[in-house]
T-cell receptor
């Protein structure tokens, strides 16, 4: 079945460091890809998404490019801040609208800790 | 606009007891989802409601879990009887449409079964 694999954490960085969190997926067809973020004490929220190959999603300085040839959707940020400390989840969703079996499929999550 | 609300935020029960989790979705969101994250593992889909109907319950682990959404508003997830492996964080999410994958999540209920 479909699955998402993320790099193991935790990832510990100093402020202004470059961030990469790797995400690869296994899926049939052409799923949409997402990064969700969970800040401490809050629910998950959508950070960015891409719906087709070579699309780049971006938000709040974060970027990820849908690479079909490598089945990857790595999350990057050029300069992290303390406020970026959170758990980051990569996810995929098959097309299909309201049909059964089109739920989000998540990876295990990667904890990012940024210190000043 | 109020977000997705879940309660309780934490629940500690003994094996064999019953627990009921509640989720209030964002007003107007017909789609409501339950997910679960067991420590160190993926967030796993449990089920999906469209209004009061179960659209997809393929992720429900067994018949000890019962989800309801009477009237298409709030939802409850009851675990009876609870087992040790049911421990984890239970997330509820809602969305206006199911197609685009943008879900609004609650902060979850941390369930500990001792």
């Amino acid at each position: 079945g479909d699955s998402v694999t993320q790099m193991e954490g935790p990832v510990t960085l100093s402020e202004e460091a470059f961030l990469t969190i790797n995400c690869t997926y296994t899926a049939t067809g052409y799923p949409s890809l997402f990064w969700y973020v969970q800040y401490p004490g809050e629910g998950l929220q959508l950070l960015l998404k891409a719906t087709k190959a070579d699309d780049k999603g971006s938000n709040k300085g974060f970027e990820a490019t849908y690479r079909k040839e490598t089945t990857s959707f790595h999350l990057e940020k050029g300069s992290v801040q303390v406020s970026d400390s959170a758990v980051y989840f990569c996810a995929l969703k098959q097309a299909g609208g309201n049909q059964a079996g089109t739920a989000l499929i998540f990876g295990k999550g990667t904890t990012l800790s940024v210190s000043s | 606009e109020a977000g997705v609300t879940q309660f309780p935020s934490h629940s500690v029960i003994e094996k064999g007891q019953t627990v009921t989790l509640r989720c209030d979705p964002i007003s107007g969101h017909d789609n409501l989802y339950w997910y679960r994250r067991v420590m160190g593992k993926e967030i796993k889909f449990l089920l999906h409601f469209v209004k009061e109907s179960k659209q997809d319950e393929s992720g429900m682990p067994n018949n000890r879990f019962l989800a309801e959404r009477t009237g298409g508003t709030y939802s409850t997830l009851k675990v009876q009887p609870a087992e040790l492996e049911d421990s984890g964080v239970y997330f509820c999410a809602s969305s206006r449409t199911a197609a685009r994958g943008k879900l609004f999540f609650g902060s979850g209920t941390q369930l500990s079964v001792l």
